[in-house]
């Protein structure tokens, strides 16, 4: 297990980065601890959690997920992917909007699907679960409003200074939608258990997860055609992040967490995403040859 930790210290080391790290087998319960209990920013990670509190309200009656909802231009949240980049009004049911804030991490999905359920029922759904240090703070929308405010009117060219990245809310747990490696497995476990909403519900959202189109970070580090990844990225300025379940062809299946600080704040860093797939090849491994156990150990990354 140590030799485990150390080539996961090596790897975040390499890549220049702070590395937050959970690894567990769904089935045995064995798991892989690399600061594990560290708070970390969740960024777009936390779309999950929403995903998961539209399938339970949609469960109690509180909605029908085939319901049309309205994306105007205006106010539509910022983003370079889906709704957000589109022109003109778009009409959609919530189920569709969830998709696409799944697979290509649309904010403008997201708000249209957030302005609907509402943060407390983010909160609720995660409550529920015994997630403790998972909470939402903002909307998508108001986290990167809070960027901008920080930035100042220099804008995006301000990012590559240090002591602006320092004083970014949306980089600050305390400040920021946030949680844990750990609650993100446990909440991860639950829905490949079909304990977090109902069994429908768990398969439906296992369903986008695997819909995921970025191959960058953690799929990177399963480059076979019989392992399954299944996964939510996350980023803002110097985070990178993903959490995903992992499933082999004989049956393994692995929840796993890993989060990223950056030193270098360029927006295109490659090593850095490749981490992620790297750090969790090395957990998975270690779970599949027996080399840990349900009391794995902690290291603390630089």
Same mark, same amino acid.
């Given at each position: ?152 009117? %220099? ?73 399954? %990844? ?8 110097? %985070? ?63």
């Amino acid at each position: 297990m140590n030799r485990t930790l150390q080539q996961i210290h090596s790897a975040f080391s390499e890549a220049c980065a702070t590395g937050w790290l959970h690894a567990v087998d769904i089935d045995s319960g064995a798991e892989v601890n690399a600061n594990a209990d560290g708070a970390v920013v969740t960024a777009s990670v936390h779309k999950l959690c929403l995903l998961l509190a539209l399938h339970q309200q949609a469960e109690q009656g509180l909605l029908d997920l085939t319901e049309q909802v309205e994306c105007a231009t205006d106010g539509r949240a910022a983003g370079p992917t889906g709704l957000a980049v589109m022109l003109d009004p778009v009409r959609i049911s919530l189920r569709d909007a969830a998709y696409l804030m799944m697979a290509v991490s649309d904010n403008a999905a997201a708000e249209v699907i957030l302005e609907r359920v509402g943060l407390d029922a983010v909160n609720a759904a995660t409550t529920r679960l015994g997630l403790t240090h998972t909470r939402a703070v903002h909307t998508f929308a108001h986290t990167l409003a809070t960027i901008r405010e920080d930035v100042g009117p %220099v804008g995006a060219p301000a990012l590559a200074d240090p002591r602006v990245i320092a004083r970014l809310r949306a980089l600050d747990p305390a400040r920021t939608n946030r949680s844990t490696p750990r609650d993100m497995t446990r909440l991860l476990c639950a829905l490949w258990r079909d304990e977090a909403c109902s069994p429908e519900g768990c398969a439906a959202i296992r369903r986008l997860l695997g819909l995921q189109v970025w191959p960058h970070r953690m799929a990177a580090g399963f480059p076979f055609d019989d392992v399954h %990844v299944a996964g939510k990225t996350g980023s803002l300025p110097t %985070v990178r992040n993903e959490v995903g379940v992992i499933e082999y062809p004989d049956g393994g299946r692995y929840a796993i967490a890993v989060f990223t600080r950056a030193v270098n704040p360029a927006a295109t860093l490659p090593s850095v995403d490749a981490v992620i797939g790297t750090t969790a090849r090395l957990a998975v491994d270690a779970l599949r040859a027996g080399s840990v156990t349900t009391a794995a150990s902690t290291t603390r990354l630089p």
